[in-house]
């Protein structure tokens, strides 16, 4: 049997409409809702881990050099987890070292929580819009820009964004104050859409920051979301994807495992459900709903990783919009 792990997972955002699984002594049974589709593939044989770490609502186990999460019916999806239909704590119920047997259809941890998921839904990124309506995409991302400026926590990267205020111009690193120039100046290398700028962009925000997903990997979360939205349209190859995909073995291990594996899926087109929503939303000029999605991203992603993200989806677009 292969070793898995359990390694921390932090998004909190509620997910509506499941019933919480019965309690049968001190066994919990539930069903997963909705399972990665690449899992049923990677699991052809059954595997045995131990519980590295669990928080109320997901412990992700490591398998196969894939992280595998595991999480509650408060999550939304996302491409590295099962949702289950479970309204548990899991760290009331776990403990470091309980062991997690795991299979193509189900799995138990410490003999007390056991999860069948063999009839579930294969979750797969809903896909971004393949038409892009500058009409619609313009006050939209100035919207978004707003809703930052004016909601957006500060902590992280959040300040950068009154120095992207503006498409036609961005200021030198050396005229921000330094704290924010931390994000900026490889941000702003980003956005220079020229190969060594794009590259020493994504090495300088790669792993910078505290955190289980540090803030320069949220924002290039966003980033990759927004080029990935345009790209959609286009039959063109995006030079900021192809750069991140092509050199992405240069970028490990430079940050943690789980934003590593959040940030692997992300250049290959999978998003959480949060971030499509958002996206969907800016492509349909639908700002209500934009700004609903963003707020909920805001308040219910990490400590500062939603605004991050968001600050990441404002730079992958500005290029894109006429001022």
Not at 91 to 103: E, H
């Amino acid at each position: 049997m292969a070793n898995i792990y359990i390694a921390s997972f932090h998004l909190l955002p509620i997910l509506q409409g499941y019933q919480g699984a019965k309690s049968n002594g001190f066994a919990v049974h539930g069903h997963g809702v909705h399972v990665p589709f690449w899992l049923r593939d990677l699991m052809v044989e059954p595997v045995e881990g131990r519980v590295f770490a669990a928080f109320r609502d997901v412990v992700n186990v490591k398998a196969f050099g894939f992280l595998i999460g595991i999480a509650s019916a408060r999550i939304q999806p996302n491409p590295i987890t099962i949702v289950t239909d479970l309204e548990v704590d899991f760290k009331r119920l776990t403990n470091f070292g309980d062991k997690v047997l795991i299979s193509n259809d189900d799995l138990v941890i410490a003999q007390k929580i056991f999860v069948s998921y063999d009839e579930s839904n294969l979750w797969v990124s809903e896909p971004l819009h393949g038409y892009v309506d500058a009409l619609k995409l313009i006050p939209s991302v100035h919207a978004l820009k707003t809703l930052i400026k004016e909601n957006g926590r500060m902590e992280g990267a959040g300040p950068v964004i009154d120095y992207i205020m503006k498409e036609d111009y961005y200021p030198s690193p050396e005229s921000v104050p330094k704290p924010v120039r931390t994000y900026y100046e490889p941000l702003r290398k980003l956005m220079r859409c020229q190969a060594s700028s794009i590259f020493d962009g994504i090495v300088g925000l790669i792993g910078l920051g505290p955190g289980l997903t540090p803030s320069g990997d949220d924002v290039l979360m966003g980033f990759l979301a927004a080029r990935t939205f345009l790209n959609s349209a286009s039959d063109a190859t995006d030079i900021y994807l192809d750069a991140f995909r092509s050199e992405f073995p240069l970028f490990c291990g430079r940050t943690t495992l789980l934003s590593e594996e959040l940030l692997y899926w992300a250049s290959r087109g999978q998003f959480s459900k949060l971030i499509t929503d958002i996206m969907n939303s800016i492509a349909d000029g639908d700002i209500p709903g934009m700004r609903a999605s963003a707020l909920n991203m805001m308040t219910q992603f990490g400590a500062t990783s939603g605004t991050d993200t968001l600050i990441g989806i404002v730079a992958g677009l500005s290029p894109m919009v006429s001022p």
